[in-house]
């Protein structure tokens, strides 16, 4: 959780600076990301699914202009360019018209150039706005709201520029780092968790989502719930045992998926006609490590493998009671995005959980409103309620995810085949 | 709950026995459906999703011949007919090849008559190995299931049936039957249920499928449920308030469901030009009537109207749970299929709560495995599990549904999108 | 061509008798063709492109209803069945709504009885009505087009019931027939014609399509064409020659479809594990024979063959011109469809073109309007003229044209990617 | 045609000379065409059918490195960049791989400035080569081929820029331009033309498309064709008179796509609320012009808008035929591109034929090899012939057609739905 809150709990002054200096942080890193990438880069949209550069950056912008600026200053609010109202909304209905998911690719203008102009433009109105005035509780919410909506975007500005570099076939490098060397691994165990009655969600103060609320009770039978993520290593052995072969050990529609989109191993790995296996990364192609932790794989994968295992994928309730237990400390966790490193690290020691910083963990739980989950009116409140339906919860973090983004409550969300996301396996076992 | 358990847990000489005589009437009750049926109608697959007729009632024979006759009679059985082995495999990897399944409708040979020829052959066998030698437990878990198996299709010939004959212009009339009068609905109450942990699934004895179990504990936070279902007219009131019309009130996903199938209304309701509203029936085109049970919606279309009301689907733990308290039934419930009407029925009384003989409850609840769930080793495992992504929970039963197949523990699955089923609404509240 | 012109252009009395007579003997055809087939034969619509067989008979009669008695009868005719007029419509807009094509096979009711029964009432209508009154020789065009128009259409029964039966994995047989054996052919030589005006096109006496018409004058470069079709052991080196693996062989468009569909042989040809060859044939399974004219393949694959053995497709004009000289006798041609055998046969002496009862012949000549093409007035002038654009024409006729409906002039048309007609390749070569 | 001929007939070494001065001509204005375009504007793909800029312009290069380059330097030549081999072949088969069509939008990298700096190192090289040795006749083929070709793109990434740029809704403009006025046009009148053989294609001398030889002889009936193309005011009569409602004026195949696609006009036209006509062009939206040359429709619009008009379209023979008849001239012709305007012009004096600078014109020929056609050995032979199934040949020129780029025997040539080319209507009938 960011610091944002330890000062922001004292009063609403406080809070309204601690924010603003949380938005100069935030904000300039979004624009510190695209270093080395030029327009052109920043232009691609490689699958409907992902977005080009540039409209994140326009897009987070629109949400603090949108949502910030326009209702605080009313009829003094004079719109940067009112093309933009339409062009990088993303899905709020409530704000009108959007221009379709799948085109984003094709607006080379506004140029990159323009777009942080734009930037430039709302974030020197926001901090003139915050410096100058008290705002409300209710809007310092939106603000803080912007900015956890920013951080998500960041997260997902990389996992789209993975794959739109991907797409090229001279499978350019975004940040030049060091590959890291096998150093071992220590064994998985299983940590045994007791049944009764146990609490999840995030509690009344402080920031969360709304899909974390409200914290509610629920009945856990016991299990056990593994030490650390499942490495490439391991998931070589589920290839190597023909797991993509063998139909009994995949969900019907995930065979199906596995069948049309010719899957025979993780998303962004290659096998040479040698056999060698290598892997695309934010920092060029690599020699497949097998002490990593392994990534880019489906919930249907993460599924077949737990089966093969004789073992299955652990509840949200589970691996979010279970996350203590496992010493997981979400603050200060240095496998967080830093600017460089773009992939999963291996343990400094033998106590990594691989909770938070290296891959998120599919969840054998849908994702689904908590028990009296309520939606904020108006256009924000559609942030997180109409996607309830068909997909699958994540839970823990990546090294893409941004230092100040996590909580043990925190829930991710995809489609089942969702597999450009850093999505790894924790495995879980009824007792 | 069949009346066979009954006797079943006396002795295994008894089970076999009344299994026997179940056996003779489940067996019966399929061909009895096709009276008055033509081999042409029998043949008809208006979507991959409905199978033809007899492409189910070779289906259902085939199961008895694969995992009855062939394990029980070993070198003694002779196949009916070896081609029929890949012809009416439905799903199980596990026997080997399947011919693919929108191609069902295109199967006129075997022609009708050689399918019920493959069926008498098949119930003689079964008849005569049953009635000669006492059966293992195993078995006759095998032959239970069976039976479940074919209650299950038999719901499906009539859904499926009704969209196949719906697709021709001329509108086909299965059975005659008047048309029944609004008679009025007693208000919809909300019944209070207090929290606390509660039981959900089957217990240990007893036939269930294997997704109903293994009973567990749950917490439930307070709620009130509905004294009954939605009317069609109550859902009328929903079109004319323009529900159809309003992304806010639905999920995403179903927002671009409704726009590209064009939905306006449920599945095979008719408005004509002046207004009036018609729906298609297995007993012909009636009036709508206003005071009968909604159905034929998707999950989608009952979350929205839920939402336009103010209220919320039930989970399916609180429906489970509930169901006692609102006084269904099961045995004895005279909505169940009767061989002639084949829609939902306006209550006989005040208190009909419309829990299992009118339409299926579309739930909150994604279809996900019980704490504990195992599947069955070998082909017959396939049977639920595998299809444990993407779906949603219906509880209840409908007036599809024939008699001996309920449970309050039953859980009935599609994806959200699905309309062809008799699947309506019952709402739920926070406390 | 038929006899009816003969007599015909005597007098109008004459040509009435002489086409109520041919009426009689096509209107059987059509009928006997189904004799061993069940109802639910006739129901199975393969693909879009493809009708029921019932669909076949209905529509034919529909066309008798619609174009003869309708206009003749005015309001002293009472329709069969008023649903009839959509439900069988083919694709005259002008007529008014028609029945989606691809859900043909949906249509169970009318039965198959019924349509016989539809078809018999309509019959003796016509009959009735051409016996008892002169028709004007519009009506009698239009009486001898609907023959026509049904012997197209028995061609197409025969073609698409092969492609129903083989989606059938039980591959039924629709006539028994002995497989004819080897017997060698003659070596295949080029028939040089010379350069100059010549003229093709049907004359404005007796009947011909009117696509076939006005006759003209064409311009012919001096060219050679091929003494008979290529049989299926030619073909057999050019897939041994790696033909469906060389790109710089195919139209580009053909490779992309090539591709696609995974063609490696003509449709309905099978290659067991060690290699022999097998054909699907509406008389069983055969053993493929080298000797026999090959056929069901598309106009790429015969572009590609033609290029691979450095030769090229005729032209129509060329075809059309050289069929004469190639000593084609249409009359009489006892490689027509007789109501058993439907294949290609091979020649009974060394002097057989090929040219009207084995296959059709692609032509590198795009399906266009001749100079001077007009259509008639009305939904008959639906008939041909919509059709032209995006199809190569097919010369000759098949093993599966019925007696009576082949002419010189005669321009069959299908999609360059058509596969189930009996289609075959002669080749040409430039002088 | 290209001044280069005039001189390279007489020596080897003057068309060597020629074809260097004609090289820097041509190869300077692609790169001067992107004046005013930002590096992201050329990396639009708005559509498989159309190319990035960017693509267009290394694809050119390409062409001179693989088939001038590479041949004459041997082992002297060091490739600019291996990957560009791959990535930026179109369709050469013999050429080896290729990158997907449908991805040539993410290719971020190389940047435009690498694709500039390429275009620079081979213009340099080719120049160096043709200053420094004497190359061989059919290497100078090869030269002046490329030069053609490069014609071809420039006029494509003009059509192709325009799709591109229509799909930003913020409808960037291209090149700044007065709108023209309306001045009226002179009546259309029809020319007559006698029967008879006659010549078309060019002739052995001189450069042309493989496509357009070899000259021979046809046969014409009588004919007349229209002394200019229709108008945008002609064809709004059309629109107003239900021409877009009226199945009977459509082939069958344009009838499903104008409803599939939505067609109610020609590509780019709109209409406001107010009924008033504006239509999107490179040089930004303007009022729609009635006196101007209609364009950006589909053959099948054309088609039927003959048909409505109670004429046809012209065969390509009978326009060539015509052309000198028409009086159009099309060396200097003003009206080919000249660097602004964009958009068909309209006449200036009464005799304007708008042959070759306004508009192509579509002609009921589908685009097929002429009599005695043959393609060159290797991979320059794919040039036109793999082409030649379902499109329909073009005739004259646009006013994106670049100086130098036409001759009376051009064949242009698309699929009968394509609307983003300038494509217009002549008319002609029978006599």
Redesign the interface.
């Known amino acids: 959780m960011s610091s944002v809150w330890a000062e922001g709990s004292g009063s609403v002054a406080g809070r309204q600076a601690a924010l603003l200096r949380e938005f100069g942080r935030v904000r300039h890193l979004s624009v510190a990301m695209i270093d080395g990438l030029?327009?052109?880069?920043c232009?691609?949209?490689?699958m409907p699914d992902a977005s080009p550069i540039k409209w994140h950056l326009a897009h987070l912008t629109w949400f603090f202009e949108t949502f910030v600026l326009e209702p605080s200053l009313g009829a003094d609010h004079v719109p940067f360019d009112l093309?933009f109202r339409?062009?990088f909304n993303s899905?709020y209905?409530?704000v009108g018209e959007r221009?379709p998911r799948a085109?984003r690719?094709?607006?080379?203008?506004?140029?990159?150039e323009r777009v942080l102009a734009y930037r430039q433009a709302v974030d020197e109105r926001v901090a003139a706005l915050m410096g100058s005035r008290a705002l409300s509780d209710a809007m310092l919410d939106v603000v803080e709201l912007g900015l956890h909506h920013e951080h998500q975007h960041q997260e997902l500005m990389l996992t789209d520029l993975k794959h739109?570099l991907w797409?090229?076939?001279?499978r350019?490098v975004y940040r030049d780092a060091d590959a890291l060397l096998d150093r071992g691994v220590p064994a998985m165990t299983f940590i045994a968790r007791p049944e009764g009655?146990a609490q999840i969600g995030a509690g009344d103060t402080g920031f969360a989502f709304d899909n974390e609320r409200p914290r509610?009770?629920?009945?856990l039978?016991p299990?056990g719930i593994a030490s650390r993520t499942v490495t490439c290593g391991e998931y070589l052995d589920f290839i190597d045992d023909g797991g993509y072969d063998r139909?009994?050990l995949?969900?019907?529609?995930?065979w199906d998926f596995r069948t049309r989109e010719g899957w025979r191993a993780p998303l962004y790995w290659e096998q040479d006609p040698d056999g060698r296996w290598t892997q695309f990364t934010l920092n060029g192609m690599q020699k497949l490590a097998h002490d990593e932790p392994m990534c880019h794989v489906s919930?249907?994968e993460a599924?077949a493998y737990a089966r093969w295992v004789g073992a299955?994928l652990p509840t949200e309730a589970e691996w979010e009671c279970a996350a203590a237990a496992l010493g997981g400390d979400v603050p200060g966790d240095s496998h967080l995005y830093d600017g460089t490193h773009v992939h999963p690290r291996r343990a400094d020691d033998d106590a990594a959980p691989h909770l938070y910083g290296d891959t998120w963990q599919w969840t054998?739980?849908?994702y689904?409103?908590y028990?009296?989950f309520e939606t904020a009116p108006g256009a924000v409140g559609?942030y997180n309620g109409?996607?309830?339906?068909?997909q699958?919860v994540l839970r823990g973090g990546s090294c893409a995810t941004p230092v100040g983004h996590l909580r043990a409550s925190y829930r991710n969300f995809f489609p089942?085949q969702t597999r450009w996301q850093f999505s790894g396996i924790r495995l879980a076992r009824?007792a």
Not at 38 to 41: L, M, R, S, V, Y
């Open positions: 030029t327009p052109e880069d232009m691609i949209q490689s093309a339409v062009l899905y209905v409530g221009h085109e690719g094709l607006i080379s203008r506004p140029s990159l739109h797409k090229n076939p001279m350019p009655v509610h009770r629920v009945w039978a299990f139909p009994e995949w969900l019907s529609e995930g919930y249907f599924d299955r054998q739980s849908a689904l409103p028990p009296g559609e109409k996607f309830m339906i068909n699958m089942a009824n």
